[in-house]
């Protein structure tokens, strides 16, 4: 094969590893390589202008974290606050983190990444992007891609083509591409959906619409509190520092999720007893639960929406907002009716209807020149893929705090390049093993133990997973915390190589 750099007129800017995306991903995986890789070389590419990724696209009325920032905050930096934040403040925890990081200057904005092709005779993935503005094509040579980008599409979101769109007089937004100019004020406004996204939309727009329905196809299960952590207030009161009560605070957490988690499965009524209890608080003691508010799936199935200070509950009850259970038959002029055959007036149509599932971002990858199909490859604990070398891939937890995962992830890759490093290897990918020949091939993730509407929809483009711990990507923080760092990474599902002299 000949040398691919000579296919690329120009400069060629070579970093031992390139991390592609600065959002929460990006950031976390560069703090870790400056902790435990101080040696090695790194810059991040980011398409967008600015840093935060999912923080920077998403700007509705309201936006939150729909995760606690004890967990969703990084391991190596304090959250100081309440434990469900706001745009605005998640982003200036981001930037500090950069600062605080040292590495502002290794993050290069506004570069959309093109292609990644892998060559083994080089050892290196010769990346093509492309730098908004002038369109100027940048090319970079890694040896070991860091893939932090996320598992959506920022530009086009998930909007279903419902019959008689053209005839509605009003607005339709997807949150995704919320316009800020955009005025509800005293305005019909009907959210469809009713995940977090919708959680959050309708009591921020009740606070200035003249009415909101939440039209939901399904019922969501939601977990209401108090928007403080007691402990954490308790720990400040009497004088202990902000990095021993986000490690405490962590920890307690972390062990009420467990506790939830496994009484989901174990006595799921009880748990949906104590839900809606929780509800009641707010709500009020005689708040009707059936239809709108019994799901048909178990509790976590689907992400469990935290809804802080119990705010949606409250826009329902005194009369602000309402709630329709039905599917969509067709917009009219004046709004929406329903299977049922109710018309839903409106002015302005929200469709929380959620993400388009995104693998790799529309990045073309090839591997010694052969284009590499996602949906062909069988992926190692959510992290690594056959037949795709010296790549890792962040996909975080939906159950759990997405950050969580950052973190493992993060010691796995400076562990698997120390390693490389310490056999003075310079290729490293996954491989069946002998035992894993006959092993079941199956759907990335179990519908039956986590089945979102957009991971569904996405599956055609997602790797495969096998029947064996190695070969699944579990989407259980409780128990990866134990086997990520216990990885043998002599074990022979890696392949090491060497190759040319870095």
Same mark, same amino acid.
């Given at each position: 094969?000949?040398? !691919? ?8 800017? /070579?970093?031992?590893?390139?991390? !592609? ?14 902790? *435990? ?9 980011? @398409?967008?202008?600015? %840093? ?46 950069? &600062? ?57 979101? %998930? ?16 949150? *995704? ?26 009591? @921020?727009?009740?606070?200035? @619409? ?90 976590? *199935?689907? /992400?469990? &929406? ?5 705010? $949606? ?16 038959? /067709? ?72 950050? $969580?995962?950052?973190? $493992? ?69 409780? /128990? ?23």
């Amino acid at each position: 094969m000949s040398n !691919i750099a000579e296919e690329v007129a120009g400069e060629i800017i /070579r970093v031992d590893v390139l991390i !592609i995306g600065a959002g929460i991903s990006g950031i976390g995986a560069a703090h870790h390589m400056r902790e *435990q890789l101080p040696d090695k070389d790194f810059l991040i590419l980011e @398409a967008k202008n600015s %840093y935060g990724g999912t923080w920077d696209t998403h700007r509705y009325p309201g936006v939150r974290s729909d995760s606690d920032l004890y967990t969703f905050g990084y391991r190596f930096k304090p959250w100081v606050g309440p434990p469900v934040a706001g745009r605005s403040e998640i982003l200036r925890y981001l930037e500090e983190a950069i &600062a605080e990081g040292g590495f502002a200057d290794r993050i290069l904005y506004g570069h959309r990444v093109l292609t990644c092709r892998w060559s083994s005779p080089e050892s290196s993935w010769l990346v093509e992007a492309v730098r908004n503005g002038d369109e100027k094509r940048i090319v970079f040579a890694a040896n070991f891609l860091w893939m932090c980008q996320g598992y959506y599409d920022h530009d086009k979101p %998930y909007l279903p083509e419902w019959p008689a769109m053209g005839d509605f007089a009003g607005r339709i937004i997807h949150p *995704q591409q919320w316009d800020p100019e955009l005025d509800y004020s005293d305005k019909r406004v009907v959210v469809i959906g009713s995940g977090a996204t919708a959680a959050t939309l309708v009591p @921020a727009l009740a606070e200035k @619409a003249a009415q909101v329905t939440m039209l939901q196809r399904s019922p969501t299960y939601f977990y209401c509190a108090p928007n403080k952590n007691e402990l954490a207030d308790r720990l400040r009161e009497i004088g202990i520092d902000e990095p021993t009560i986000h490690r405490v605070v962590r920890a307690e957490v972390l062990y009420d999720q467990e506790l939830l988690a496994r009484r989901a499965v174990e006595e799921p009524e009880v748990l949906f007893e104590e839900l809606k209890g929780a509800i009641r608080d707010y709500a009020g003691e005689d708040f009707e639960f059936d239809p709108h508010f019994v799901p048909r799936y178990r509790v976590w *199935q689907q /992400r469990l &929406a935290y809804c802080p200070d119990g705010d $949606l509950f409250q826009a329902v009850s005194s009369g602000r907002a309402n709630v329709v259970t039905d599917e969509i038959d /067709r917009f009219t002029r004046r709004g929406i009716v329903t299977k049922s055959g109710e018309e839903i007036e409106a002015d302005i149509v929200v469709a929380a209807t959620g993400f388009r599932l995104l693998m790799m971002g529309k990045i073309e990858f090839e591997v010694d020149g052969r284009p590499v199909d996602w949906h062909e490859t069988v992926n190692y604990r959510g992290m690594m893929f056959t037949g795709v070398p010296n790549l890792v891939w962040v996909m975080g937890y939906f159950r759990a705090s997405w950050t $969580l995962r950052v973190d $493992l992830v993060a010691d796995f890759v400076c562990k698997l390049l120390a390693e490389m490093d310490r056999r003075g290897t310079r290729k490293v990918e996954v491989a069946l093993r002998e035992e894993d020949r006959d092993m079941s091939l199956l759907p990335w993730i179990d519908g039956e133990n986590f089945n979102p509407g957009y991971i569904v929809r996405g599956l055609a483009e997602m790797p495969v997973r096998g029947d064996k711990p190695e070969w699944m990507h579990n989407q259980d923080y409780w /128990r990866e915390r134990d086997e990520l760092p216990k990885i043998d990474l002599s074990g022979a599902e890696f392949i090491y190589q060497a190759g040319p002299a870095a």
